[in-house]
Every structure is written in structure tokens, then in C-alpha cells.
């Protein structure tokens, strides 16, 4: 089955360590986007990516880094900078069609203490 | 303003009930709307898309488009304790590459 596959699901960081998230689909979409969503709070864009070795920021993007070496990977790391980093991490990918819709992965609870 | 505005609730309805559930957008250029439902602790699923003005069904779901008015709504017939989650509104806004904005929620709770 195509989808979206984010891991570890659950992740314990000890401040001061970066930390990298996983995100790996198999739609073929070109599009691929990080959120980060706070308790009570909506969505939240990180970074976002059209195509191959090109991303963007987001309206949230000090902190933290992304690349995209590959079509089906967008990995995102957690650096130290983040002031903080403790939240529910989605990732979601789109195809191209300018009305497509978000496919998200499962998410990954990144707690820092 | 914010770009996606929704009410945060929660929104109480008793079981058998029709759940409404509104989100206004700013930039009148936008083409695609879209609701999801998150559970609590989970991911958002789509449950319905809208690109047209009007309205579209697909089962117990309606969904409402006003782009003269820049709302889109959503309709629950017949609502269900399953039901209970956050409906979040995205909205694909215009630019340069597709940003897929999302409201903050409605906390929709169905009472049995």
C-alpha cells in the first residue's frame, strides 16, 4: 500500500542534542511538507519541499533543518537551537495537481527534557 | 487577521444531531479547501475536499463553499460519539507553490 511512513513514533531527547526525524513515502509525490502541532494548536509549517535538492521555510522554520536528496525521503532535523523542540511532528506529502490534497504520516512525539 | 480562521469550541451536539462547522480564509484567490479530522493523539485524515462554490456530499458530510463570502463549512448529519474529534480547515492559497494553510480547529464533541 502507498502512504507515508514517519518514524520512531515516540522519541526522548535530552537538550542540547540534535535530533533527526524520519519521513519516507512511496506516492511518488513531489511534494513533501514538516508541521509541527502544540497541544491544543493547529499546524504549524516547518519547511516545505516542490521537487528534488530544493526546499523552503516555513513560518516556523528557525531551529531546525531539512534536505531532500531524494523524492521519497524528507528528513528533519531538530537542532539545539530550537528553543522549543517538544511537540508533535507530521510530515505530509501532496501530489501535483494544484488541487491535491496533504497525505500525513503518523506523526513522531518528540519530547526534549 | 489570520489567513484560516475556525472556532476553537468545543462544539456540543447531542447524538442524531447536525454539526455545523464554519472556517473563513483571507486571500480571495484561494482554490481548494479541505477539511480533516484528528483524533486526539493522531494524525489528520481527510474527509472531504471542495473547489467549487456550493455544495458537496459524501455520506453524512457536506461540505459548504461561499468564495464571495471566503467561508467553507462543514455539515455532520446524523452525528455520532465517533465523531468527537478536531476538525481541522486547510486551505490551498495562491502563490507560488502550493502552501496548504491550516486553522487552529473546532473541537467538535457529540454527546450520547
Known amino acids: 500500500d502507498g502512504g507515508i511512513t514517519q518514524s520512531p513514533k515516540y522519541l526522548f531527547r535530552k537538550e542540547g542534542q540534535n535530533v533527526t526525524l524520519s519521513c519516507e513515502q512511496n506516492l511518488n509525490h513531489d511534494a513533501m511538507y514538516w508541521y509541527r502541532q502544540d497541544p491544543g494548536q493547529g499546524l504549524r509549517l516547518i519547511y516545505y519541499?516542490?521537487?528534488?535538492?530544493?526546499?523552503q521555510k516555513g513560518d516556523i522554520a528557525e531551529g531546525y533543518s531539512v534536505s531532500r536528496e531524494k523524492k521519497e525521503s524528507f528528513p528533519l532535523t531538530v537542532t539545539s537551537a530550537q528553543k522549543n523542540p517538544t511537540a508533535f511532528y507530521l510530515c505530509?506529502?501532496?501530489?501535483?495537481?494544484?488541487?491535491?490534497?496533504?497525505?500525513f504520516g503518523n506523526g513522531t512525539r518528540l519530547t526534549v527534557t | 487577521q489570520k489567513e484560516v480562521e475556525q472556532n476553537s469550541g468545543p462544539l456540543s451536539v447531542p447524538e442524531g444531531a447536525i454539526a455545523s462547522l464554519n472556517c473563513t480564509y483571507s486571500?480571495?484567490?484561494?482554490?481548494?479547501f479541505f477539511w480533516y479530522r484528528q483524533y486526539s493523539g493522531k494524525s489528520p485524515e481527510l474527509i472531504m475536499s471542495i473547489y467549487s462554490n456550493g455544495d458537496k456530499e459524501d455520506g453524512r458530510f457536506t461540505a459548504q463553499l461561499n468564495k464571495a463570502s471566503q467561508y467553507v463549512s462543514l455539515l455532520i448529519r446524523d452525528s455520532q460519539p465517533s465523531d468527537s474529534a478536531t476538525y481541522l480547515c486547510a486551505v490551498n492559497m495562491r502563490g507560488g507553490y502550493q502552501k496548504v494553510t491550516f486553522g487552529t480547529g473546532t473541537k467538535l464533541q457529540v454527546i450520547p
Open positions: 519541499s516542490q521537487i528534488v535538492n530544493d526546499f
Open positions: 486571500d480571495r484567490g484561494s482554490q481548494s
Open positions: 505530509a506529502s501532496q501530489g501535483q495537481a494544484f488541487n491535491s490534497p496533504l497525505h
